[in-house]
């Protein structure tokens, strides 16, 4: 092949779909998902049950430049009678080096290995639901972070680090203060996890969150939260333990800790029932009531999770789930059906 | 000897036979870790040729970014190379690489070509390019990285 037909090759190659534009002269290229799913519900207690259509998510990543990255991701989501738009993420981030990855913008909070591996991608994940302690709407974790991180590799090791400083959450505990931080007093994480590239599928990690909760009426309280977690996901076995513990010490009180805890295992079934993967999981989470960041809108929770999920041949799965919980010492059953997909919009590997 | 046995014996000696030739022939299947020939790299560990086919090391030690080369599904050299390096199946491969984009880890996922040409081709035009080929496919022009400091034709090598 000629020098000239090559190099033509090469700029479709790279301005094609698929392209990640990793030669600046390209210009900027954009890839992404939709995610989305669709649930039935058969549960006890007044809440509605019956189908309910899941969020649905864009997720876009582009490459403005050779270095220079932008990452968004808005959710379509119903609530009471309408559907509501929310930007979930959006990320500009400058690689300097493996070693040093510079962004800014609205994150999902690395203080949980599940708030960041699967989040929204409802696809991703191995079962029905998030646990508890992370789900959609929890005040247990700030599940969002707006402000600045970096992140990187540390030199050879298989230690990747993440530290950040961010307005930290909201006075009712749940939102991620988009508008600016209310206190002037910024929270900060740090988190790293090691992958060794000698045990594949294997991560253990671990983070600290700091932060001083504004005042929702009963004064500002000082926020620490940690987490580690560990897991293995490679071949037919995906485990995932994860534990964090959380500490409110308010202005004018004693302080109040609660933890959090779940334990996840799927096993892929072999051969002509590869498509096939049961699952169980653990949880509970032990709170004080009398905290006020999460103002009794957390539980006291125990659950016991079993289901099954089955792979279609493309990015989409059905997921048939039972749930036993006990939410502030009242039992309930719960059965859910789920359909999830992911779709590629750009370019597939 | 009967009919039956005689013919119980043709049909191991085609089946050793044919074992012996499939042996032979998937001796022959190394694949080349082949870069662009302005990276400076010679000869790789295989844990950080890992890292860097898994996408968690983005860049060369000049400072340019990786861009891997990924041979399209149901090549021999795929299947090899999602075996040994990804420790994955076709299915596992995907998700891994939607996960990574949903995480924000990367940008985009390997590039796809679609034939040892264009491979081979591609890698020597595109700066920062990495892919793997066959042996056999490898040319003159191509630059053959070492790994654990063996070559594809070395006894041991990891890619075969």
Redesign the interface.
């Known amino acids: ?1 000629s ?1 000239s037909l ?2 033509a ?2 700029a479709l ?2 301005l094609g779909p ?6 600046p002269q390209t210009g900027p ?1 954009v ?3 939709l ?1 989305g799913d669709a649930i039935f519900t058969e549960a006890d207690g007044t809440a509605p049950d019956g189908f309910q259509l899941g969020q649905i998510v864009g ?1 876009a ?3 403005l430049a ?2 220079v ?1 932008f ?1 968004g991701e808005v959710s379509l989501t119903y609530r009471s009678g309408s559907y509501a738009v929310n930007m979930e ?1 959006a ?1 500009l ?1 400058y ?1 300097f ?2 070693a040093l990855k510079v962004s800014v913008g609205r994150f999902h909070t690395p203080i949980s290995f599940w708030n ?2 699967y ?1 929204h ?1 409802l696809w ?1 994940q191995g079962s029905v639901a998030r646990p508890e302690a992370v789900k959609f709407g929890t005040s247990f974790i700030p599940v969002h972070f707006v402000g600045a991180m970096v992140e990187g ?1 540390l030199g ?1 090791t298989p230690v ?1 680090y993440m530290g950040g400083v961010g307005n930290g959450r909201s006075a009712n505990g749940v939102g991620a203060q988009d508008g600016g931080d209310a206190n002037r007093h910024r929270a900060v994480i740090v988190s790293a996890s090691v ?1 060794p ?2 045990l ?2 294997f991560q253990v990690g671990g983070g600290l969150y700091l932060d001083r909760v504004p005042d929702s009426g009963t004064g500002a309280t000082d926020e620490r939260i940690w987490s580690g977690h560990a897991v293995w996901d ?2 037919p076995l995906d485990l995932v333990a994860e534990y964090i513990d959380v500490m409110h010490d308010p202005d004018d009180g004693a302080s109040l800790g609660s933890s959090a805890y779940y334990l996840h295992g799927g096993v892929r079934l072999p051969g002509a029932w590869s498509a096939v993967t049961p699952y169980v999981r653990w949880e509970e989470i032990d709170v004080e009531l009398a905290d006020p960041v999460f103002g009794g809108a957390v539980p006291d929770y125990q659950a016991v999770v079993a289901g099954v999920r089955y ?1 279609l041949d493309a ?1 989409a799965a059905l997921k048939a789930e039972y749930r036993r919980e006990k939410v502030f010492s009242v039992d309930r059953d719960a059965f859910f059906v789920q359909a999830s997909f ?1 779709i ?1 919009i750009g ?3 | 000897m009967t009919r039956l046995v005689r013919t119980a014996l043709i049909c191991v000696s085609a089946f050793v036979s044919a074992a012996a030739a499939a042996s032979a022939q998937s001796g022959s299947t190394a694949v080349a870790i082949v870069v662009h020939p302005a990276t400076e790299v010679d000869d790789l560990p295989f844990g950080e040729l890992r890292r860097i086919f898994r996408g968690e090391r983005q860049f060369w030690d000049d400072g340019r970014r990786v861009t891997l080369l990924m041979r399209a599904p149901a090549a021999a050299e795929r299947e090899l190379v999602l075996d040994r390096i990804y420790g994955m199946d076709e299915n596992d491969f995907r998700e891994f690489w939607i996960g990574k984009m949903f995480r924000a880890e990367v940008a985009a996922g390997p590039k796809l070509v679609y034939s040892s040409d264009m491979a081979r081709d591609l890698v020597t035009v595109i700066p920062g390019a990495i892919t793997f080929v066959p042996v056999n496919d490898v040319s003159s022009e191509s630059r053959v990285v070492r790994i654990d400091g063996l070559l594809p034709s070395d006894p041991g090598y990891a890619l075969r």
């Open positions: 092949m020098k090559r190099r090759l090469a190659v790279l698929s392209a990640s534009a990793q030669v290229t890839q992404g998902f995610f997720h990543n582009a490459t050779e270095r990255l990452f993420r990320i981030r690689d080096s493996d960041t591996a989040h991608g991703l590799r050879n990747h992958q590239a000698s594949l599928g490679r071949g792979d990015p992911a590629p370019g597939q590997s």
